[in-house]
């Protein structure tokens, strides 16, 4: 299949397949909450969250307001959380959208209070991460905590529904940070049942922590780089990769000894070669980190980035390989594992997943035609 530049393959059914085997995994009276931000980790939010609604997934998680109304805008109907800090001015969309806000503070609170609107909210603790949240790192937190959580459900305008927090390292081997945050989050919710507030639901578990401690399921859990297809943690459940990144070859060269490659001529030829130019670039999410030392894939054979990687085109080394202009080069998918292009970058699987820009085109592959 001949195309101008590269593009970013969606496998639906995979990201179907990962949905219902982290059904399959979470505990009875769990469900799953599909994290959709950053336009579904780069891989079209739309058509993911049409994909998983129709499955039927009941919630979905992003990290601003204009996420939560884009999902709107393509027909979302299922509940929308937003993880971040919600301007007061976007309290009139959230409600307009039904969409639950975050409450990180009694100070928060009174301010969207203020305002006379009614918003579905759940309460964020922070219990380690030290980002966002009310301060619940310490067991000399937890009075105040309550307290600030006790003020907020006097308003009258703001609705409770829920109570979270986040691990900060749910994916390391030794688990006593995690577990630590975990009985925090739990000697507050005892706390809250003990002085009569209502049982909110409880969310706690990204990805890694599913995998890990079916214990802290809870109502909730909240996954993301799973649903994808890259469980960060080893597990004996199988995750189908949801996205294949690929890139078009557009010209083909020979060259001699000592002539040399790209940009900065950080490649000098040594013998003749055959150098492919791939439609693909760093303005596409392919990391120029990655020039002069990282292989692609072509029908079996390791293709050699050679020279420094352009905004928009990249050369390989494919001296002795049976290769047309047309034809199409793996960046990452089944035979290139992203893991080894994280690897290569010194970075996570879930940066290079949202590196990959608006520019390449979004293909989507489905049986059903109607998403």
Not at 170 to 197: H, K, P, Y
Not at 347 to 363: A, F, G, K, M, Q
């Amino acid at each position: 299949m001949s195309q101008e530049r590269a593009r970013a393959l969606i496998d639906l059914e995979a990201l179907c397949h990962n949905y219902r085997l982290l059904g399959q995994i979470v505990a009875p009276n769990s469900k799953v909450m599909a994290v959709v931000k950053a336009n579904a980790y780069g891989h079209g939010d739309g058509e993911v969250a049409r994909a998983l609604e129709a499955q039927g997934c009941q919630f979905f998680g992003v990290a601003s307001i204009k996420e939560a109304l884009r999902l709107r805008q393509h027909g979302i109907r299922a509940s929308i959380l937003v993880f971040g800090i919600i301007d007061p001015q976007d309290a009139f969309s959230a409600a307009q959208n039904d969409i639950i806000i975050t409450i990180q503070s009694s100070h928060e609170a009174a301010e969207l209070e203020a305002l006379k609107i009614p918003l579905r909210a759940h309460i964020k603790v922070d219990t380690g991460m030290s980002r966002l949240g009310m301060a619940c790192r310490q067991q000399a937190h937890i009075d105040a905590c309550l307290s600030d959580i006790q003020t907020i459900t006097q308003f009258a305008h703001i609705h409770i529904e829920g109570i979270y927090t986040h691990f900060a390292e749910a994916e390391n081997e030794d688990t006593s940070f995690t577990r630590a945050q975990f009985t925090r989050f739990s000697e507050l919710i005892s706390l809250l049942d003990s002085v009569g507030m209502p049982r909110w639901v409880k969310h706690c578990c990204n990805s890694s922590a599913t995998l890990r401690f079916p214990e802290m399921h809870l109502d909730f859990v909240r996954s993301g780089i799973a649903l994808y297809g890259y469980p960060q943690t080893p597990t004996t459940h199988r995750f189908l990769p949801v996205m294949t990144f690929k890139a078009n070859v557009v010209a083909l060269r020979e060259l001699d000894p000592g002539e040399s490659i790209s940009y900065g001529r950080t490649f000098i030829a040594t013998r003749k070669m055959k150098v492919a130019t791939l439609a693909i670039g760093y303005a596409d999410g392919l990391s120029r980190s990655l020039s002069n030392r990282f292989a692609l894939w072509f029908n079996g054979h390791a293709v050699n980035i050679v020279g420094t990687i352009c905004m928009d085109m990249t050369l390989v080394d494919v001296t002795n390989i049976n290769l047309s202009i047309g034809d199409e080069v793996e960046v990452f998918g089944a035979h290139r594992p992203i893991s080894e292009v994280s690897k290569a970058m010194q970075t996570i699987d879930y940066e290079v997943l949202t590196s990959v820009s608006h520019r390449p085109d979004r293909i989507i592959i489905s049986p059903d035609e109607s998403v």
